[in-house]
């Protein structure tokens, strides 16, 4: 395991005209199940369908259709709470949740307010390399999207697509434990990863299938620790909700103008409001949307049309059984591994397939050297050229056969750099291109020698030089490489110079 030091949460301070202020923050985060079928029909859940294609009967509350849970949803919700090692509650329940919107056909929405499947759990948030902090969770409940009003297809009216009623969610609401724009925006990161790692929500925060609504609030130096001791949620202030953050960058504008804006009211001695706000990241600011509704505004009641769901602890261990490697556990592995820094770890396994990937470069071969490659010199072109890791124009097989290469003194580093932007634009097996290329190194230690010989005999003042100052080799090595059209071994010759000026 990694050596982890456990900070306390910092607050972020911000001055006010009057006195200083800190924040809080917690988030409840949807994230989309990742299923081919919805929470409650055999609807599919495909992204980019033609409105209206993917709806049930049972979707659309045509009469008398009634609500089948479906099971891979909730041995998904049970895995990601496994992954956030939080309690899994063996009974839970549905409860309806009345309001009236366009997109809501039934007039409510399934979802677990009293009796969630899972319980508290934490994540450990990376800050910097060996810090973390721990953020708890309060819950996951399971519940059904709602679908999408459109807006911008005519000037007079909106119109509404249905696909998205009944996709299963999972809302994992966290304790107001973060302090900073910087780490809530971390926190969802690592949420993200932990959640694709798992397979339970693919994270596409573009398509909406990972959105957070940010709890944020202001209180005075001292006033949270009160919190902590007393667990009296008025000691954080008046909170207030900005709905559906899709971008790690807007979480964090947001956050900030919301804190100003509080504090701006408090101080001219006014009341914060509590209520639901949305973020305009065009002018970046907050805006209101709704007062904010209590639970008893929903009338919550227990949904007649299904059972309290409950599952036995042998199925939950089953789950467990085909739990993958976490990214906490895969980052400690690599360091341990293949001896490479927590930097590189963190970069190799921010993604699981970026794991995947330099996992398949590096089997059988210098775990050093495939980090290096895949991070620098794959990385870093992909990342130039805006491709994906599933995009990338060289396998990892390829890759793989260029360190081959190198490790048998076929080709240098240099020449391995050259095949690399060869099989980039080209593709083909890295020894055939190699050989085609005319890429093969020399390592016949007579024909090096020769060439030594050669640019000695031609440069007597640098030999004398050299004697006085033995750094000056390199230059004669450059000399021999050079000459060989950088096809001679550099160990070779840098070993053969040595020999030669008696060094």
């Known amino acids: 395991m990694l050596d982890l030091t456990y900070e306390a949460p910092k607050p972020k301070v911000i001055s006010g005209a009057k006195e200083d202020w800190e924040l809080v923050i917690g988030l409840e985060v949807h994230a ?48 990601t709470g496994l992954g956030l090692k939080a309690k899994i509650n063996l009974v839970s329940a549905f409860d309806r949740k009345n309001y009236f919107y366009p997109d809501l056909p039934q007039g409510y929405q399934i979802s677990q307010l009293y009796h969630p499947i899972v319980g508290e759990g934490e994540v450990l948030v990376d800050m910097a390399p060996g810090i973390a902090r721990r953020v708890r969770i309060e819950r996951i409940h399971m519940e059904q999207d709602a679908g999408k ?125 509590q209520e639901t706000r949305l973020y305009d990241p065009d002018k970046s600011e907050t805006r209101s949307m709704r007062s904010k509704e209590e639970a008893h505004d929903y009338r919550y009641f227990p949904c007649p049309d299904l059972l309290p ?59 050093k050297m495939a980090a290096n490659w895949v991070i620098n010199e794959l990385f870093g072109r992909l990342n130039k050229e805006g491709h994906a890791i599933s995009d990338s124009p060289i396998s990892a097989a390829q890759l793989g056969g260029v360190l081959d290469l190198i490790a048998k003194s076929e080709i240098s580093g240099k020449m391995a750099k050259d095949l690399f932007e060869i099989l980039w634009s080209e593709g083909g097996d890295p020894a055939e291109q190699a050989a085609k290329h005319g890429m ?40 021999v490489l050079k000459a060989t059209g950088g096809k001679a071994n550099p160990a070779a010759v840098n070993q053969i110079v040595v020999q030669k000026l008696g060094l």
């Open 149 to 273: 009003s459109i807006h911008d297809l005519d000037p007079t009216m909106s119109f509404v697509d249905l696909n998205r009623t009944g996709v299963a969610l999972m809302e994992i609401v966290s304790r107001p434990d973060i302090r900073g724009p910087e780490e809530a925006a971390a926190y969802v990161v690592k949420l993200r990863q932990i959640l694709r790692y798992l397979g339970t929500c693919d994270g596409n925060m573009q398509n909406g299938n990972l959105r957070a609504d940010v709890n944020v609030s202001v209180c005075r130096p001292g006033d949270y620790e009160k919190y902590q001791e007393t667990q009296d949620f008025s000691h954080l202030g008046t909170r207030c909700e900005i709905k559906n953050m899709n971008s790690m960058r807007f979480i964090q504008a947001a956050i900030e103008y919301e804190a100003r804006r509080q504090i701006a009211i408090l101080e001219d001695g006014g009341k914060v409001v």
């Open 32 to 79: 989309q199940v990742s299923s081919k079928a919805k929470l409650f029909s055999g609807a599919s859940t495909e992204f980019g369908a033609e409105p209206n294609s993917n709806v049930a009967f049972v979707d659309a509350a045509m009469p008398g259709m009634l609500p089948v849970i479906n099971e891979f949803c909730v041995a998904q919700a049970v895995k």
């Open 440 to 479: 093969k190194q020399v390592t016949d230690t007579g024909a090096i020698e020769a060439a030594v010989d050669e640019v000695i005999a031609a440069n007597p003042a640098q030999v004398e030089k050299a004697k006085q100052n033995p750094k000056l080799a390199g230059w004669f090595v450059g000399q």
């Open 309 to 367: 769901l409950e599952i036995e602890q042998a199925w939950v261990d089953g789950v467990a059984a085909s739990m993958p490697e976490l990214p906490d556990a895969k980052k400690a592995r690599f360091v341990t591994d293949y001896g490479m820094t927590e930097y590189d770890a963190n970069v190799l396994t921010a993604e699981v397939e970026n794991a995947a990937f330099f996992e398949a470069v590096a089997k059988g071969r210098d775990g």
